[in-house]
């Protein structure tokens, strides 16, 4: 990232966002002065303090401080006071993806996106990269399990950037590299339907100027063209990097990365399938841009994991408690097929916030039928967007048709307290998995601390 096109001081409107700490962070380490606000401190704005960034609690024009480029969420209204006085000043007002689309322009980037796995596959591409001693510079959302950022400004010539498609923002990206994780159905409130979903990532990847890793399963629609150069991962005998002898334990997943006719095992702290085939379009990336397979893959050791994806909270000899971000259908049936796998014997909860109005009508019948391989499911009220009214989707509503289309006994959620007082009745071991992208997160950790005085 050089200064040449960008004035300081930068302001970042909402910048404790998941996808705006990591931008501010990188300007913040390549000389820029940053400041920001947002509308309520917390962990990441503390963070963000204690890195030399001034953050402001709340939104007012005063806040802007002489700033010069102002960058915005796209969740800030139009009429947000700081983005209008930032307007009305004449500074350079660049939403959060242009700022990210600048930012890769001045590296060598390597972008991470798909519907599944982005957050996870970009923490690991950064960190192989990182322990092979290339120094990269890493921009994604998602914290480590200690609860920090795992955005970095590194040295080195690439950028690792979580690209998100949910705004329809992928296709002003030109990355350099691509790894393009599983694709489906997802976002419907904004991209509106999978013919517009795929044209979106089929438009992205033809702009893609160097690699090109592709996870198993991606529709032709999709790749078309780009077969023959692209280099696919997953679990089939056609994949180009694959993984065989699978083995999952409660400590993670042990399994065997064949690539070319050369074979390493790898031990990666995480359950899942899915997580699996993460490390493999991480190591997969490595191996492309030049790092030896074997190396990559010693590398995936040391993943220590991502905060909120398949995240052990609390766990004593009877009972497990896991928080996951998963929210929509596909990453709902994985995050129970992954606990299934490992804990096939044991009574699964699950615990669901269901996630927006809008995306609950659109994909309603498919949210509802996910649950299965669950034992019991408990329905939290939905999470809304800002502006959303109404209640046409209350947790007696979803948990009956959750019983109805996944064969699953479900109930509303009442409390963490009601929950916790049930739970401690079950004579059965008990895994319990918290899924949600918006307060369930809060309400596992209190879960968390509401069962830990059972450990004794």
Known sequence: MTRSSLEGPIHFIGVGGAGM????????????????????????????????????????????????????????????????????????????????????????????????????????????????????????????LDGATLARAGSGRWLVAEADESNGSLAIYRPEHVVLTPV???????????DRTAELFRSFLEHVSGRTVIAEGVLREITEGQEEAAIRYGFGQNCDVRAVDLRVS???????????????????AMIGRHNVANALGAIALATALGAEFEDAVDAMDSFGGVERRMQVLFRNASQCLLDDYGHNPAKIAASIAAVREVWPSHRQVVVVEPHRRERMRKM?????????????????????????????????????DIGRWSGVAAWPFESAA?????????????VILTLGAGRSNRMARELARLLSPSEG
């Open 418 to 430: 009601a929950f916790a007082e049930r739970m401690s009745k079950g004579a059965r071991a008990t």
């Open 364 to 400: 309603y019948h498919d949210f509802a039928g996910s649950f299965v391989g669950g034992d019991e499911v408990f329905v939290m009220p939905v999470h809304k967007a800002d502006g959303e009214v109404g209640d046409e989707f209350p947790p007696s509503r979803v948990a009956r």
């Open 21 to 144: 700490a990591p931008l501010a962070l990188l300007a913040h380490a390549r000389g820029f002065r940053v400041q920001g606000s947002d509308l309520r401190s917390g962990s990441v704005t503390r963070q963000l303090t204690g890195r030399g960034i001034d953050v402001s609690v709340g939104h007012d024009a005063a806040h802007l401080a002489g700033a010069r480029t102002v960058v915005y969420s796209t969740a800030v209204s139009s009429r947000n006071p700081e983005l209008l006085a930032a307007r009305r000043v004449g500074c350079r007002c660049l939403s959060r993806p242009r700022f990210l689309d600048w930012t890769m322009r001045h590296h060598e980037s390597i972008a991470v996106t798909g519907t599944h796995g982005k957050t996870t596959t970009a923490a690991m591409v950064g960190h192989v990269l990182d322990r092979l001693g290339f120094d990269p510079s890493v921009v994604v959302g998602g914290r480590s």
């Open 250 to 268: 409660a400590e993670g997943s042990e399994f065997v990365v064949a690539r070319r006719g050369r074979r390493r095992r790898c031990r990666l």
């Open 184 to 194: 489906g159905l997802d976002h419907l409130e904004h991209l509106g339907s999978w």
